[in-house]
């Protein structure tokens, strides 16, 4: 079974911080088809990244995706007060689909 | 663009089924790629299955035999059904558009399927 497991749970900061968010595949994650979510409460889930580091379109360049194989990192360089959400990664494009669990970015 | 907007909310009793729609615009409906995402509350996101262009489709295990996923072209709308429903279904359903290489952007603003007796 294929699972992503992301680190920390939640991650306490404050505006203006840096944020590292981890997401670690138990498997090789093919072609790098690794994508990266926020969720604020009561919205839909919006893209951030995919192909493990490509910006999806109208993304702040604050946010950036790196990694392959099994390791992958979001990092939100300068914390936003709009940036605290939760945070999934998802492994897409070979018909059976996994996200994480994910990390909660909580105002400290 | 393309936009996704999906049915209303619905409450069931177990053993019933669902039938969630998701009706397109702003793209030729025909060669979406449309996969399925659901969210039970203060949870994460659960993938339940795609159907490509050619009308293929794909499930989780998890819900195999138990889902269906449809589309009508002329109504330019894809459709989730979950048959024999517990109260564990109980979530918000997404639909979402996959882009080969490029994840699910974007998504319906989903759809609350509550079970109850």
């Known amino acids: 079974e294929f699972v992503l497991t992301q680190s920390p749970g939640t991650l306490s900061l404050s505006p203006g911080e840096r944020a590292t968010l981890s997401c670690r595949a138990s498997q090789f994650v093919t072609n790098n088809s690794l994508a990266w979510y926020q969720q604020k409460p009561g919205q839909t889930p919006r893209l951030l990244i995919y192909g493990a580091s490509t910006r999806a379109t109208g993304i702040p360049d604050r946010f950036s995706g790196s990694g392959s194989g099994t390791d992958f990192t979001l990092t939100i360089s300068r914390l936003e007060p709009e940036d605290f959400a939760v945070y999934f990664c998802h492994n897409y494009g070979y018909g059976q689909d996994t996200f994480g669990q994910g990390t909660k970015l909580e105002i400290k | 663009q393309v936009q996704l907007v999906q049915s209303g909310a619905e409450v069931k009793k177990p053993g019933a089924s669902v039938k969630v729609s998701c009706k397109a615009s702003?793209?030729?409906?025909?060669?979406?790629?449309i996969n399925w995402v659901r969210q039970a509350a203060g949870q994460g996101l659960e993938w339940v299955g795609w159907m490509n262009p050619r009308g293929q489709t794909g499930y989780a295990p998890k819900f195999q035999g138990r889902v269906s996923m449809t589309r009508d072209i002329s109504m330019n709308t894809a459709y989730m059904e979950l048959r024999s429903l517990t109260s564990e279904d109980t979530a918000i359903y997404y639909c979402a558009r996959y882009m080969i290489g490029a994840a699910f952007d974007p998504w319906g603003q989903g759809t609350q399927v509550t079970v109850s007796s």
């Open positions: 702003g793209h030729t409906f025909s060669s979406l790629d």
